[in-house]
Each structure stands twice: as C-alpha cells, then as structure tokens.
C-alpha cells in the first residue's frame, strides 16, 4: 500500500461513485467519507498526541448549525462553510483552555460532558437554533455537490495525516502522548501545540457537519450532539486502530457498512446493537483491527499494519566512517571561562507542604567545570535539578543560568537556555525509535533542525551513545543500561552549557561505569559543557570531578575538592557514615 | 416570588444534592480503587430507578424492601461487569485500556439505556408513594422528604465509618493511596478492585429507590447523572465523602435556585458549565484527594 498507485486509484475509484447517478450509493458512499473526515481528524489528537476527545462531535454540531444558520440567512454556501469553519475553530480553541487542565480519563469524561451542554444549549437558545424543531434548510439537490466538497476535504484530511507522521508538528505531538514533562524539558512548547491539534482537528469536524447539514437540509439537537450518534466515529477510529496511518479509514469502512447493513435489516434496539459493538470494541480490541495478530501476520496487508515506528527507517545521510576512541558530536565546542559562573542559585528555597526539601541554597557553578552533587537519599539532589529545570517552582530564592533569572520561564525555555537534563529512572519517549528520542530535541532546540535533518544528526549521537544497534527499535524495548546511554546522548542533543545528569552510572557494571566517565569528561573537554553530576559512587566521580557538593537535608554542608570533602567530619557523619573518627560524647 | 416558595425549592435543592452526593460516593469510590471512571455509573440509578418503581407498581413492596432487593442485584451486576468486561482489560498498554474501559462502559451505558427503554417504556416514572405532609407556616414538607434526608445522613455517616474503621473500608483506601504498596502489605488488590466496583455499584441502588420516591426517573437520564457526580468529585475531592456531600447539596441547591430564578431547561447545563469554571479558575482542584 505505500504505492502512491493504491491511494490514486481509491480516489479515482471515490471519484467515480456520483457519476452512476445512483442516489443510494452515493448518498452511502456521501456518509463514508463524512465518517472518515471525522474519525480521521479524532485520530490528531487521539492516536498522535494520546488525549482522548470524546466531544469531538460537538465540533460536528456546531459547524452544522454555524452552516445552518448562515444560509438560512440566505448567504452563499461557500461562505456558510467558511463561518462554519470559523467558529468551529473558534469553539475549540476557547474550550482547549479548561479542558487541558485534564489529562487522561478526566479528559475524556470532561469532553464527554461537552455533549449534554452543547444539546441543552441547543434546546433552549431557540432564538439562534430554533430550539426543538431543529432548522430546515432551503430545499435543494446538492448531493452531488457536496460529494465533491467531501471528497476534496477528505483527501486534505489524508494529506494532513500523512504529514502529521513525519513533520515537526507531528513530532511535537508525539512526545507530547509519550512524557508531556519531558517534552518540555527537551524544549517542546506544549500548550500551543495542543491546542493548535484541538482547533485543526474541530476545523475539519466542523466542515464535516457543515457538508452534511447542506446534504440532510434539516438538523436538530438529537441528530448532531445525541450520545448515541457522538460515539460512532471514535468507534470506528478504534475499530481500525488508532494512531496507524490507515486505522481511521479500515474502522470507517467496516463499521459504517455494518451500520448501513443495520439500518436496512433491523427494526429497533439500533442502540444496543451498536452499545454493543462499542462494548465488544473496547473489551476485545481497543488497539484495532489492524493490530490483531491474525490481520499483522498476513504479509500482503504489512502496509496497513505498519506502525509508526516500523516506518521510520534511518535517513541514509549519517556518516558511518569508523572511528577509533571516542566519536565526535556534531555539537559547536564552546570556550569556557573558568573564572564565570554559568550557574548560580542564590537562596534557593523547595518545601513540599511542610517538608523543606532544599534549604535556602547557594551554589555557583563555574563554566567549563564538572560538579559532582551528593548527599544521602532524601537530601535533595534530585529537587535542586527539577527546580534548575523547572519541574518544580521554587518556593523563594533564584537559579540563574549566565546571570539570566529562571523564575517566571517554562521548561522549554529553559531548554533554550542551555540546560540538558537526564533522569535518575530513565524516561525515553517509549513508543519512539531510538534515533527519534534523539532528534526530538535537536527538532526544538534553538537550531530548529527539520525532521529530516535532525534524524540524521541523531545518528551521530546514537553512534556516541553505542546504540547504533538500535537505531530503529522502539525506546521501551531497551535495556536499562541502554536506556541510560540514551537518556544521556538525548540531554546532550538538547545542546545544552549546563548538563545535569541525574545518577546515570548507578546499576551500571564497572566497565559501563568508565564509560560514562569518560564521556563525561569528553564532552567538557571537547566542548566545553559544563557538568553537575549527581552520583553516590565515589570512585566513579574521583576521575573526573573538580569538586564536590554535599547536600544534607536541603543545606549544603559541604562544598570543595573531593580530597578535602570526604574527611570533612560533618560528611563522614551524616553521609559517608560508619568511620567518624570523633562522635561528641554525650556525658562530657 | 415568596420566601415560602424559596424555602420549598431550598429543600427540594438539598434533597437532589444528597441524592446526587450518593451517586458520586459511588464513582469516587470505584475511580479511587480501581482508577476507571465508569461512564455508566448513573444509567445504573436511571435501570435501578425503573426496575424499582416497575416493582412497586406491580406489588406495592415498601421501599426499604426494595433496596434489600436492588442492592444485591447491583453489587452483583457490579461484580460481573467488572469481572468479565473491565478487568482483563488492565494487561494492557495504557492507551489501549483507557480507551478499553471508556467504550466498554459507554457501550454499556447505550445497551442499558436502550433495553430498559424498549422494555419498560421511555416514559417518566416514580414511586408514587405518599406519607402525610408536615406544614410548618406556608411551607409544606412531606415525611418522604424527611425519610430521604434522614436516609441520606444516615448513608453518609455509616459510610465515613465504614471506610475508617472496618478492614474492607481501610483496605479501600489504602488501594487509593498506593495500590502497589497495599498489595505489598497483604490486600488482594485484584479482588478488592472487584469489591469496590460492585459495592460502589450497589450504592446506587439506595440511592436509586430514594431518587425515585422524590423525582422521575427515565431510562435516559443516566448519563446527565454521572456528569454531575464527576462534577461532584472535581470539587469535592476523591475519595473525600464530606466534601463529595458538600459539593452534591451546593449541586443541587443551584440548580433548584436555576429553576426558580430562571428557566428550569437550562439547570442540566449548570454542571458543565460549573465544571468548566472550576476547570480553569482552580486547576488544582478545591478538595484536596484522601
């Protein structure tokens, strides 16, 4: 199917349908292709950025009574679509704001709930919808007509799809499904992505209800915001398999041929039966029909399972020139300074609730110097980095990145600042390769490479990291030294001045160990990026550290070359433990 | 417009707004153990509802005898929902089992609404049940009224001690706070998430007979009604029962003050639009989660 032949002949094969004069099958093939514009712009949000929008049809709704309502007020149908669309975007994007404050089930119950007001609202704003008795259009043929105008949106619909997979955008949104905080970290701009997702998406639900108010000339509140009818087209997207380029179209076919078949044969329970295919959907196959064992196994349908993953095969431009040593980064080396503080937090204050986690903090870090971070569990090495990175927001005090203050910036700006993070539990965008995990941040880091350049640049950190191996698997398939190797090669892409690695060397194996330390002590050397290293193995920070910072109960008690902290008798005490050679004696 | 009148539809406000709080005591309670929001969960009240005043219609059954009638029946409709059509969903990924459990309990909102529709008529029905009324100056008060409230507070009290001081209730909220840690320290977390769904489905059943003794019930009103108990969670907070029940009677109390100061059509849009507010005016939520 990934011959362009297939999708020309489907169109020709769409295109076709009208000129047999048969109002049945066009009208027929006429709710196909409403269905699938439908399905298919659910699936945006759904299957690329993980958020299910059960409200979707609200969208449907509005640009049908938009529509409606604009050409009862006798203005040309072209510009009814356009109003239609208009206010269906607008809708949306007002509505992205609290609905975004949800995030899984809840988002789904909250768009679900949009259902029942957009029908009360329907019902009782009779002077705009006339209330009960719905609208009627002025009486005219256009089936035809709106055929075409259904076919052309389809086929935008299509190409938006394809595009989604591969561009920026789409990138975008992927890492949003996957982690939406590390997306940020690695300097995605989350909200305007989604929202703008949202809007696109109730756009072309909204030219949906438009077509299809102008084909039906009447619509009332039950037939565009009715539970029964709302469902239908996440249904048929999940029957399909959602996120997969040709889930929403194989879902679309089958259910709405079912349901045509339905109408036909059966007189009532119309709404158990399909109660009880949405119930059989969800219990059996809620990854869809094209994910079933028995539908992947067949070989001449590989091009409707593939996923996305399995479609993303390395770009051929990467060097593969064998190197001995270490690999070289396509990072720009920087000069350091060392006389320069890049880092610096001044009265840095955490408290969760009543637990102060860091403790009124002072700490400059040089440019060009590697800091090694420790404390006993507890101490709040992890807390200083979320409130460098800004996962958390500090309480008081301020972190400064070359004397530019933090407070008041998101994530992704911080990213752009210059700070690369990894984290202590590995947290690799799971259902992404492992060259895209690496060409998220070189997407949205200030070079703003495109998807094509910045996959093949991944290759070269992918080769730093010695996962070349796993070019093309999924990230969740990794071990956890792999996924270690690959959350540090991903903060590097984030082409940060300031890295905080976050224990990346413990559960390693000695010789896995070296190797981080030495690249550690590569990337500072080569180009120039300052290190923070939080780690409780000494030996490990002994090769490379400048000096070491102790945290004890949020205050640094500590803070030197490492020769000197560890015979530092309040260390020994509270961290190193055990050889204190003086404890004060309780009777003296 | 009388102060008599006001009181009336003030009663009438507390009355809806416990009912709705005993609805959520429900959802809360099955979405805190077992993490899915059954969508579902009011079209039991609307089936409950009707089954129960099919009985009383037909044999006259006093309405304590038909809870000890539909609460079993729901705790083991409850059971086998979640047994056979929710459980095996957990194995897996996280998208797929929450896309799963939204369309199988949607699925099952749409086949429930229906049957009992085609069954039993899509017409409203209640429990027309009349104990003598109580007038106090203007204001008129039937003992059903005071039965219900008493019920409520009875429910809400022995519902508190339940979750405090018996093993099942502290094992329900020990699964809420931590449901690895709870079955590390012995609870079958697999069972109780079982328990709870069909105990929370039981709920409903009391709630049901006592909603239909006051108000009309019909086979499509369920969904209106767990949108408003997911309204009542936002606020209250979940697995939070006082502030669920505080939440319920403001609920209630607004949408009889709607009514009388407005048009009565637009009191069913007051839980979204209120849900919306909340949404974007307190994103953090105003209860906080036990």
């Keep these: 199917m990934n011959r362009p032949g297939w999708k020309l002949a489907l169109f020709i094969a769409a295109g076709c349908i009208p000129l047999a004069q048969n109002a049945y099958y066009t009208t027929f093939a006429f709710t196909i292709l409403v269905a699938f514009v439908l399905a298919q712009s659910w699936d945006w949000v759904a299957g690329e950025m993980g958020y299910v929008n059960l409200g979707h049809y609200v969208f449907y709704g509005i640009g049908a009574y938009a529509f409606a309502i604009a050409l009862v007020g006798k203005y040309p149908s072209g510009v009814a679509m356009l109003f239609a669309l208009l206010i269906t975007a607008l809708a949306a994007a007002l509505l992205a704001f609290p609905l975004f404050r949800l995030k899984g089930d809840y988002f789904a119950f909250g768009t679900l709930a949009l259902l029942p007001l957009a029908e009360v609202l329907a019902l009782n704003l009779v002077p705009i919808t006339n209330g009960s008795d719905g609208i009627v259009l002025p009486p005219e043929n256009v089936l035809t007509r709106a055929y075409f105008v259904v076919l052309v949106v389809c086929v935008i619909a299509a190409i938006v799809s394809v595009r989604l997979a591969r561009n920026r955008f789409g990138y975008a949104l992927k890492s949003i499904r996957n982690d939406e905080e590390v997306a940020e970290v690695m300097g995605v701009r989350i909200f305007p992505a989604k929202v703008a997702v949202v809007v696109l998406a109730a756009a072309f639900a909204g030219v949906a209800g438009a077509i299809q108010a102008w084909q039906m000339s009447f619509i009332d509140p039950g037939t565009v915001f009715g539970l029964n009818v709302a469902l239908v087209p996440v249904a048929m997207a999940l029957l399909g398999g959602s996120g997969l380029l040709w889930g929403p179209l194989v879902g679309v076919l089958l259910l709405a041929t079912m349901q045509q078949w339905l109408l036909v044969n059966v007189k009532g329970y119309q709404a158990t039966i399909y109660g009880t295919v949405i119930l059989l959907i969800g219990r059996f196959m809620p990854g869809g029909l094209l994910r079933a064992g028995w539908v992947r196994e067949r070989s001449w349908l590989r091009g409707l399972t593939q996923e996305h993953h399995e479609r993303i095969t390395g770009v051929q431009e990467a060097r593969t020139e064998a190197q001995s040593g270490m690999r070289e980064l396509p990072l720009v080396p920087r000069k350091t300074d060392r006389g320069r503080a890049l880092l610096e937090c001044r009265d840095l204050t955490m408290a969760f609730g009543g637990n102060v986690a860091i403790d009124r903090v002072n700490l400059k870090i040089m440019e060009g110097e590697i800091v090694g971070l420790v404390g006993a569990n507890g101490s709040g090495k992890t807390t200083l980095f979320n409130c460098i990175s800004k996962v958390h927001e500090p309480r008081s005090g301020g972190v400064f990145i070359d004397g530019v203050a933090l407070a008041g910036r998101r994530r992704d700006e911080v990213a752009h600042l210059g700070v690369g993070r990894t984290y202590q539990i590995p947290r690799p965008f799971g259902d992404l390769t492992v060259q895209e995990n690496i060409a998220v941040p070189l997407m949205f880091g200030e070079d703003r490479l ?94 490379v550290v400048d000096r070491v910072v102790v945290l004890e109960q949020g205050l640094v008690i500590a803070d030197g070359p490492l020769n000197e902290v560890v015979a530092d008798e309040r260390v020994l005490r509270t961290y190193l433990g055990g050889v204190a050679p003086k404890v004060p004696a309780v009777h003296a | 417009m009388s102060i008599e009148a006001l009181v009336q539809v003030l009663i009438g406000g507390i009355l809806l707004g416990g009912l709705y709080a005993l609805v959520a005591f429900g959802l809360s309670l099955i979405y805190g153990v077992v993490r899915i929001l059954n969508f579902s969960h009011g079209t039991l009240l609307a089936v409950g509802g009707v089954a129960a ?238």
């Design chain 1, 450 to 543: 495109q998807p094509r350049e910045a996959l093949a640049q991944a290759r070269e950190f992918v080769a730093y990291a010695e996962l070349e191996s796993r070019l093309t698997d999924r990230a969740d398939s990794l071990s956890l030294q792999e996924k270690k190797a690959l959350e540090f090669a991903r903060a590097l892409a984030c082409k940060p001045r300031v890295l905080l690695v976050d224990e990346v060397a413990s559960g390693l194996t000695p010789a896995e160990i070296r190797r981080f330390v030495e690249q550690i002590r590569d990337v500072r050397d080569r180009y120039g990026i300052t290190v923070i290293w939080v780690e409780h193995i000494f030996s490990a920070l002994a090769q």
């Design chain 2, 53 to 290: 005043s099919l009985l009383y219609a037909s044999f006259k059954l006093h309405p304590v005898v038909l809870m000890l009638i539909l609460v079993p029946a729901l705790f083991v409709f409850g059971y086998l929902f979640y047994t056979f059509l929710l459980q095996p969903l957990e194995k897996r990924s996280h998208f797929e089992s929450t896309v799963g459990t939204v369309l199988v309990t949607v699925g099952a909102l749409l086949i429930l609404s229906d049957v009992t529709a085609k069954l039993a008529g899509a017409t409203q029905r209640n429990i027309p049940i009349r104990f003598e009324a109580i007038e106090i100056g203007e204001i008129v008060i039937s003992t059903t009224q005071i039965w219900i409230l008493a019920a409520i507070a009875v429910l809400t009290i022995a519902m508190q001690v339940f979750l405090r001081r018996t093993w099942f209730g502290r094992a329900i909220r020990a699964v809420t706070q931590d449901p690895v840690g709870a079955r590390i320290c012995g609870v079958d977390s697999s069972r109780m998430k079982a328990a709870t769904f069909a105990f929370g489905s039981s709920i409903v059943a009391v709630a049901a007979v006592l909603y239909t003794m006051s108000f009309p019930v019909d086979p499509y009103m369920g969904f209106g009604l767990t949108v408003k108990a997911f309204t009542i969670i936002i606020l209250g907070g979940i697995g939070n029962l006082v502030g669920a029940l505080l939440a319920g009677l403001f609920l209630g109390v607004a949408e009889g003050l709607t009514g009388f100061f407005w048009k009565s059509e637009w009191a069913p849009a007051l839980s979204v639009i209120l849900l919306l507010v909340i949404l974007v005016v307190f994103p953090k939520g105003l209860g906080r989660s036990r």
